[in-house]
């Protein structure tokens, strides 16, 4: 059967550095202006099954939010296929994009920007509906199914006629909820929906989001930095690091036997009430390195405790280690060097 | 019992706007003794932050501090001449607020910033002050001291910019520090970085602090006592592991449950319902009786006070929960 998302070798680097004349060089009597560039994403590629969970997670720069916005056309990909339901998507032009739009949505961080604040709630939950009829759909139907879509977020039909700022954080998010929902999507991705909003709360929208996807089959691209809360919600698990894919897992394989020392780090680092996890710490010092210089080799050498030559020579690339877990370190080849 | 180092005693705080009186803190009291560490929890709009900024005399118009006592050494801050409370901060209670960004001043250099902390609070000469910044900056993990100290803030990451500063906080050798939310705009790893410096620093100096955050899990990790508040009010206080391990308010409950656990996955997460109340409009009785899945008659018509419980918590509840439903 072919997956419901089939993302291959997405690549996404940004020009940054100005304008002309910020850029400017004189170099060996030449004029240059060079352009630098973020390597936002570097080959990342993984699949999501219908009604599956995949979670990314990874620390700020680490390119989980890009892939998201990438993958929802947001941005354009630098290279690499983004297969919805098996069509190459990535190179689609906006009008093109629209069929696929009725696929795929998406639910953002901040509940206070990503809604018009001039627009009603009614409307703002329409809109993609009417987008997707060119504003044929009959005025009835549509205000029906608003409403109804309102009901299933957990508001009223007294809710439809207000406006974005009269709700409080968990309610916006609710809102955005049943505006993605409006077309019938099977794919919603959402990009850290839960991380604005006070716990209590955030349970709230959690366990909406969970009784959706059992309700309608949906599959979720779920961003989140938070791995208490991924591992709530997920059934698969992808870590980045620096644009790059570091380990593919299922959830209880990451959790249980994380192989990369990037995700060892993950979770020695995360605060916890309960007692530590059962996993040997791994302490990280210093930060992440810019994106504009990529590290030679593997991409997290700067900070792993275990760092050798040959991670400065080579890259490495994913390879399984389990059941339909992946890691891409050279730990895996000489595991003696794993001094825990 | 020693007297405490700082005594919040009923402590309300209020803010005169136009759509109404905003009570965001409404009868606080706490102790800190010594060495101790407290997380102040609590959901948005708790009241927490107002807190900190009360103890340092940073609240201004249109709120005001309308009732209760901050004695600092059994000195009240409360209505302290300003020259005072000038003496007191940096000096005595020094704070670390949440976003590294906007707490430090770009257009002067990290050294500049540093050495006015110790200007106005010591009498060191200049070469003094000097080496001071440069062993307060290594302290705090930043290499190559002495050079970085005439970097200008945008010239340090994140993390780097929290430890520039905690070690401005540190410098004046506080005896409290208030941190707000100091490592909600990290990263886990950097996080954890800075907790372990800020807890290793504390000890060493032998320091108090006021930890304000919203995540429980940071503070059961860092405090030595927890202080839970709901609507500016305290709902419950006790040591860390009798707060977290089996507490006696629901509200703490409910926070707790609210966190996903590894080691039960359910297919649903325990929730509070409803939304924290609007604070001008609080319902008669508790405040969280709408939201409280122990509410009975009585909650309608009386505000609970914060009494003793069982071992060393205090909560604010008719109907506490029992040890045997700790979770």
């Keep these: 059967m072919t997956p419901m998302l089939d993302v291959r070798s997405l690549e996404q680097e940004f020009a940054i550095g100005g304008g002309l004349f910020d850029r400017l060089r004189f170099e060996r009597g030449r004029v240059l202006a060079p352009r630098k560039i973020v390597h936002a994403v570097n080959g990342v590629s993984f699949t999501i099954n219908r009604g599956e969970v995949l979670a990314l997670v990874g620390e700020s720069g680490c390119g989980k939010s890009t892939v998201a916005k990438t993958i929802a056309r947001i941005y354009r990909p630098t290279s690499g296929e983004i297969r919805i339901d098996g069509k190459d998507v990535a190179i689609l032009g906006h009008r093109e994009m629209l069929p696929v739009r009725a696929r795929m949505q998406m639910i953002f961080q901040d509940p206070f920007a990503s809604l018009n604040p001039r627009q009603k709630v009614r409307d703002i939950v329409a809109e993609p509906l009417l987008e997707q009829t060119a504003g044929r759909a009959a005025r009835a139907e549509v205000t029906d199914r608003t409403l109804a879509l309102l009901a299933r977020v957990g508001l009223n039909a007294e809710h439809a006629g207000r406006y974005p700022h009269q709700f409080s954080g968990g309610q916006r998010q609710r809102i955005g909820i049943a505006r993605a929902l409006s077309v019938n999507p099977a794919l919603i991705i959402a990009d850290e929906p839960v991380s604005a909003l006070d716990v209590s709360i955030q349970a709230q929208i959690l366990n909406l989001m969970m009784d959706l996807k059992d309700e309608l089959g949906l599959a979720y691209l779920f961003i989140s930095h938070d791995l208490s809360v991924v591992h709530h919600i997920a059934d698969r698990v992808g870590v980045m690091y620096l644009g790059f894919m570091v380990e593919n897992a299922p959830r209880d394989a990451l959790f249980a036997t994380p192989r990369h020392p990037y995700t060892r780090a993950l979770l020695s680092a995360a605060p916890t009430i309960r007692e530590k996890r059962d996993v040997a710490e791994i302490e990280l010092s210093g930060e992440v390195p810019s994106a504009l210089n990529l590290p030679s080799g593997c991409c997290f050498r700067t900070r792993c405790p275990f760092a050798w030559g040959r991670c400065t020579a080579e890259r490495p690339t994913l390879q399984a280690v389990g059941d339909d877990h992946t890691v891409a370190c050279h730990l895996i080849d000489e595991p003696e060097r794993d001094r825990t | ?327």
């Excluded at chain 2, 709902?235 to 860390?240: A, D, F, P």
């Excluded at chain 2, 359910?266 to 969280?288: A, E, K, M, Y």
């Design chain 2, 1 to 327: 019992m020693t007297a405490p180092l700082l005594s919040v005693r009923d402590l309300r705080t209020h803010f005169h706007t136009f759509s109404g009186v905003v009570k965001a803190v409404n009868g606080v009291s706490f102790d800190i003794g010594a060495g101790q560490v407290m997380g102040l929890v609590g959901e948005s709009g708790g009241g927490k932050s107002v807190v900190g900024f009360s103890i340092l005399g940073l609240i201004d118009p249109p709120g005001r501090i309308e009732g209760g006592q901050i004695l600092l050494d059994g000195q009240d801050l409360v209505g302290a001449p300003e020259e005072a409370l000038r003496r007191v901060r940096g000096r005595q209670i020094s704070m670390v607020f949440q976003d590294p960004m906007t707490s430090l001043n770009p257009l002067h250099t990290v050294g500049r910033q540093m050495d006015e902390m110790l200007r106005l609070h010591t009498d060191l000469d200049a070469p003094a002050r000097k080496a001071a910044c440069i062993e307060m900056l290594e302290s705090v993990g930043i290499s190559r001291a002495a050079e970085r100290l005439g970097a200008y803030p945008h010239q340090f990451s994140g993390g780097m910019r929290q430890r520039v500063v905690i070690a401005i906080a540190l410098l004046a050798g506080p005896r409290l520090i208030i941190a707000d939310e100091p490592t909600t705009a990290l990263d886990v790893t950097i996080q954890s970085q800075i907790l372990k410096l800020m807890r290793r620093q504390i000890a060493d100096r032998g320091a108090s602090m006021i930890l304000i955050t919203h995540d429980l899990a940071v503070v059961s990790e860092m405090a030595d006592h927890i202080t839970v508040l709901y609507c500016g009010k305290v709902v419950e206080r006790g040591l860390t592991r009798d707060v977290i391990g089996a507490p006696a308010h629901p509200y703490t409950r409910g926070l707790i449950d609210s966190i996903p656990d590894p080691r039960h996955r359910q297919t649903r997460l325990s929730q509070i319902p409803g939304t924290v109340p609007d604070i001008r409009n609080l319902p008669v009785g508790c405040s969280f009786r709408e939201r409280c899945p122990r509410a009975q008659a009585l909650c309608a018509q009386a505000d609970p006070p914060l009494t003793a419980q069982r071992a060393s918590l205090h909560a604010a509840c008719h109907f506490p929960l029992t040890e045997a439903e700790a979770p």
